[in-house]
């Protein structure tokens, strides 16, 4: 089978390609990213790319709160899709009228609240608020589990501690994956993989954690005697399991033009962890993977349970629901994309214009002449609050001292650091824990670069890379794969799947590390966590 990821150039036979379209034999992945709406169609069999559309969004920072509205959740949805139709329309001289199985994922956390008449109460409250630190931590200390501040029940229980009146009417509140979901079908459900970023799971049940929802209860009783958690959660499905099936309704506010059929079975909503696991083959024990894009995050499958209580893990759930330590840093290329920018309009003013990936491939090479220490310049990459940093806000800075090494090359090592610094912050901690790791798989568009991002991030974490195929594809594609899974579930488990039909024959390029760059970095951390009074001091004034 499959080279997972071709591109739709090379997607196999066009008149195979035609009929399968028409048949239906096909699959559906969306994923509503941080900057990008992706929708990835692939082939039922090969799994090969075979369409895809994109609709690029911003969040807004809007009351002092990081939000998307629900009108451009809808409309950028609706614009992926068409730009989907478009490109198969292209491609193959036709348009999909149905699918084999159509898969949702988004963003994790955050918090979507709704009342009895499925009205949004308040404007969606996206994982980048930092708003949640009491909350957070009265949480953590209760359950005796990390709840972070971005996580679903932080949301809730601030709202109840900052008694804000929409608390008493809230009759479900669910994550955007869960949403969208839930439109389509009408179904309010939930993957595990996301619903363990709302509220801990016992993995014994692959379920909610029936205690420590009676702890939740217990802890509201006095300031919202009628709010019970479980009545306002929705219901989890682990990978395999169907989830519904597309609605007339969903199939016009998917497509308004009319031409998409109701009728496709869902699979469970995931986040994007979750398809990252899957577009990384990284579902079983001792496997992990690193997804960068507006954040940054590294997922390791346990073997055991965590020892002890760590601020800066996560305990959350594969797809399949094994359970899961992620480091989740809220910063991630979003930055290093503005430098970019910045050179990229550089080069159209003196004359001699370079598109945006011309410009990053010129910028990652010139890394890799830098000092291994990045030649003493530091670069804070914090847009937003970083909890592993203990920062409440973010303020993005570049340092120097007067004795550094101020070159382009220094420069942008420095840049692509300061991507990975907070994360080898988390992941240092696990590896105190004994967390054991046979590879680290990477992915994520600055991995598109071949031996640059991949390289620095081996020395950060002091581990093999690998990169496949699949690296700039991200999670609609992973979507799709777990959607594609639905019809294979009965026949194998979700690892056993991933590794011999999905990514049987697919190639990976893993990079160990270089002693230099784990020197390098080692030095370049150690003055980043100083540094990091710089970057405290520039919030308390700026």
Same mark, same amino acid.
């Given at each position: 089978?499959?080279?997972?990821?071709?591109?739709?150039?090379?997607?196999?036979?066009?008149?195979?390609?035609?009929?399968?379209?028409?048949?239906?034999?096909?699959?559906?992945?969306?994923?509503?990213?941080?900057?990008?709406?992706?929708?990835?169609?692939?082939?039922?069999?090969?799994?090969?790319?075979?369409?895809?559309?994109?609709?690029? +969004?911003?969040?807004?920072?809007?009351?002092?709160? +990081?939000?998307?509205?629900?009108?451009?959740? +809808?409309?950028?949805?609706?614009?992926?899709?068409?730009?989907?139709?478009?490109?198969?329309?292209?491609?193959?001289?036709?348009?999909?009228?149905?699918?084999?199985?159509?898969?949702?994922?988004?963003?994790?956390?955050?918090?979507?609240?709704?009342?009895?008449?499925?009205?949004?109460?308040?404007?969606?409250?996206?994982?980048? *608020?930092?708003?949640?630190?009491?909350?957070?931590?009265?949480?953590?200390?209760?359950?005796?589990?990390?709840?972070?501040?971005?996580?679903?029940?932080?949301?809730?229980?601030?709202?109840?501690?900052?008694?804000?009146?929409?608390?008493?009417?809230?009759?479900?509140?669910?994550?955007?994956?869960?949403?969208?979901?839930?439109?389509?079908?009408?179904?309010?459900?939930?993957?595990?993989?996301?619903?363990?970023?709302?509220?801990?799971?016992?993995?014994?049940?692959?379920?909610?954690?029936?205690?420590?929802?009676?702890?939740?209860?217990?802890?509201?009783?006095?300031?919202?005697?009628?709010?019970?958690?479980?009545?306002?959660?929705?219901?989890?499905?682990?990978?395999?399991?169907?989830?519904?099936?597309?609605?007339?309704?969903?199939?016009?506010?998917?497509?308004?033009?009319?031409?998409?059929?109701?009728?496709?079975?869902?699979?469970?909503?995931?986040?994007?962890?979750?398809?990252?696991?899957?577009?990384?083959?990284?579902?079983?024990?001792?496997?992990? *993977?690193?997804?960068?894009?507006?954040?940054?995050?590294?997922?390791?499958?346990?073997?055991?349970?965590?020892?002890?209580?760590?601020?800066?893990?996560?305990?959350?759930?594969?797809?399949?629901?094994?359970?899961?330590?992620?480091?989740?840093?809220?910063?991630?290329?979003?930055?290093?994309?503005?430098?970019?920018?910045?050179?990229?309009?550089?080069?159209? #003013?003196?004359?001699?214009?370079?598109?945006?990936?011309?410009?990053?491939? #010129?910028?990652?090479?010139?890394?890799?002449?830098?000092?291994?220490?990045?030649?003493?310049?530091?670069?804070? *990459?914090?847009?937003?609050?970083?909890?592993?940093?203990?920062?409440?806000?973010?303020?993005?800075?570049?340092?120097?001292?007067?004795?550094?090494?101020?070159?382009?090359?220094?420069?942008?090592?420095?840049?692509?650091?300061?991507?990975?610094?907070?994360?080898?912050?988390?992941?240092?901690?696990?590896?105190?824990?004994?967390?054991?790791?046979?590879?680290?798989?990477?992915?994520?568009?600055?991995?598109?670069?071949?031996?640059?991002?991949?390289?620095?991030?081996?020395?950060?974490?002091?581990?093999?890379?690998?990169?496949?195929?699949?690296?700039?594809?991200?999670?609609? +594609?992973?979507?799709?794969?777990?959607?594609?899974?639905?019809?294979?579930?009965?026949?194998?488990?979700?690892?056993?799947?991933?590794?011999?039909?999905?990514?049987?024959?697919?190639?990976?390029?893993?990079?160990?590390?270089?002693?230099?760059?784990?020197?390098?970095?080692?030095?370049?951390?150690?003055?980043?966590?100083?540094?990091?009074?710089?970057?405290?001091?520039?919030?308390?004034?700026?």
């Amino acid at each position: 089978m499959s080279n997972s990821a071709r591109d739709v150039e090379s997607a196999g036979d066009g008149d195979a390609v035609r009929n399968a379209i028409l048949a239906g034999r096909t699959t559906l992945g969306i994923e509503l990213g941080s900057t990008r709406i992706k929708a990835c169609l692939i082939g039922d069999e090969s799994m090969d790319v075979l369409a895809v559309g994109s609709h690029d +969004w911003e969040n807004e920072f809007v009351g002092r709160s +990081w939000t998307y509205s629900i009108d451009d959740v +809808w409309s950028g949805v609706q614009n992926a899709y068409a730009g989907l139709i478009a490109d198969a329309s292209r491609r193959y001289g036709v348009q999909p009228e149905t699918f084999g199985a159509i898969g949702v994922s988004a963003m994790m956390h955050g918090y979507l609240a709704f009342d009895a008449d499925d009205e949004l109460l308040v404007p969606f409250r996206t994982w980048r *608020n930092t708003t949640t630190e009491r909350s957070a931590a009265e949480l953590s200390e209760l359950f005796g589990v990390n709840i972070p501040l971005r996580w679903s029940v932080a949301h809730l229980y601030q709202a109840v501690l900052d008694n804000e009146p929409h608390v008493p009417e809230v009759r479900f509140f669910t994550t955007l994956a869960g949403y969208v979901h839930w439109r389509l079908t009408g179904r309010k459900v939930i993957g595990i993989g996301d619903a363990s970023g709302m509220f801990p799971i016992d993995s014994a049940t692959n379920d909610y954690d029936s205690e420590l929802l009676g702890r939740f209860d217990g802890l509201v009783a006095d300031q919202a005697p009628d709010l019970k958690l479980a009545d306002l959660l929705p219901e989890v499905l682990v990978a395999g399991q169907p989830a519904g099936q597309l609605t007339a309704a969903g199939a016009a506010l998917l497509d308004p033009s009319g031409g998409l059929r109701p009728g496709t079975v869902l699979c469970p909503p995931e986040g994007d962890a979750g398809t990252g696991m899957v577009a990384t083959c990284s579902v079983a024990p001792r496997t992990g *993977n690193v997804s960068a894009g507006t954040s940054i995050f590294a997922m390791v499958v346990l073997e055991r349970p965590l020892e002890r209580v760590h601020h800066e893990l996560d305990l959350v759930t594969t797809p399949a629901g094994d359970p899961v330590a992620m480091v989740h840093c809220n910063n991630g290329a979003s930055e290093l994309a503005a430098w970019v920018g910045m050179f990229s309009r550089f080069s159209a #003013a003196a004359g001699t214009p370079l598109d945006s990936d011309a410009v990053f491939r #010129a910028l990652f090479g010139e890394a890799l002449a830098g000092d291994a220490d990045a030649g003493g310049l530091l670069a804070y *990459n914090h847009l937003a609050g970083e909890p592993i940093a203990g920062l409440a806000e973010g303020r993005p800075l570049f340092v120097r001292t007067p004795d550094s090494r101020l070159t382009l090359a220094n420069f942008m090592r420095a840049q692509l650091y300061g991507v990975f610094a907070t994360l080898s912050i988390g992941m240092r901690v696990l590896a105190d824990e004994g967390a054991a790791l046979d590879r680290m798989f990477a992915h994520g568009g600055m991995f598109r670069t071949a031996g640059v991002a991949q390289r620095f991030l081996a020395g950060a974490l002091d581990a093999p890379v690998a990169v496949g195929e699949t690296a700039s594809e991200g999670g609609a +594609w992973g979507i799709a794969v777990l959607a594609s899974y639905l019809s294979r579930a009965s026949d194998s488990d979700l690892d056993t799947y991933l590794r011999e039909r999905v990514f049987g024959d697919a190639e990976f390029q893993t990079v160990e590390p270089h002693a230099e760059d784990v020197d390098g970095f080692a030095a370049y951390l150690e003055r980043y966590r100083a540094g990091l009074a710089v970057e405290r001091a520039a919030v308390d004034v700026l």
